[in-house]
């Protein structure tokens, strides 16, 4: 699977929105961006996950350039309790299960 | 549906000691994966079960077991604690959405080694 590189930690201010970068300049044409989000000292929370175009849920939209090399998590009105660790993975589907592999993330302070 | 739960929540144990940890999926989920979190070393894979079948393991010592039951419920086992144990274990079950499998985490078991 594809490594990713993504800032140590960001500020956003409450109610703006909160772009988290990722790059994965090595990513095969077979593999996902995932993206998951870590609370202090909780269980990883699955945001968003997408392989070419762009996706949207209730939580967050995902940007994934046209080389597919980097991509962006949209945090559209970011509030307090988005503070977290987002981690962004790129995987593919493998016949033997899937293995995340989490990097540090990007520790997200959102400030009142 | 319900999320996936673990038991206990937390543990202190003490060197030399056994422990077992346990894993209940979301419902209809077959795949149950272990992680073990430390501040040191991150995230990091320790196995994935499916239908009773270890499929794919991590760089773990022995030490670390795990076994899953035919209701998909999974338990890991680590013998012969050491200190460096000392860790947040992670559960993951994964259902499909789309064509691709989403892990979706447990709250965890904070585990203290003495």
């Known amino acids: 699977d594809a490594k990713t590189t993504q800032p140590t930690s960001m500020d956003c201010a409450e109610g703006r929105a909160a772009n988290l970068p990722c790059n994965h300049s090595?990513?095969?044409?077979?593999?996902?961006v995932y993206w998951y989000r870590q609370i202090h000292s909780q269980g990883p929370q699955y945001i968003i996950h997408?392989?070419?175009n762009n996706e949207t849920n209730e939580m967050a939209s995902l940007i994934i350039t046209e080389d597919r090399k980097s991509s962006t998590l949209i945090l559209p009105h970011a509030t307090l309790r988005d503070t977290a660790v987002y981690y962004c993975?790129?995987?593919?589907?493998?016949?033997?299960?899937?293995?995340?592999?989490f990097g540090p993330g990007t520790r997200l302070s959102v400030l009142p | 549906k319900a999320g996936v739960t673990q038991t206990p929540r937390y543990l202190i144990k003490t060197r030399g000691q056994q422990v077992t940890l346990s894993c209940s999926p979301i419902s209809g989920h077959r795949s149950v994966s272990w992680y073990q979190q430390t501040p040191g070393q991150g995230l990091q894979f320790l196995f994935e079960?499916?239908?009773?079948?270890?499929?794919n393991k991590g760089n773990f010592p022995g030490r670390f077991s795990g076994r899953q039951f035919s209701n998909s419920r999974s338990e890991m086992n680590v013998s012969t604690l050491e200190l460096g144990d000392s860790a947040l274990y992670l559960c993951a079950s994964s259902g499909r959405i789309g064509p691709m499998d989403t892990q979706y985490f447990g709250p965890g078991t904070r585990l203290t080694v003495l």
């Open positions: 997408g392989l070419k």
């Open positions: 993975i790129v995987t593919r589907d493998h016949n033997y299960g899937q293995n995340f592999v």
């Open positions: 079960y499916f239908s009773e079948t270890q499929r």
């Open positions: 090595t990513i095969s044409g077979n593999e996902y």
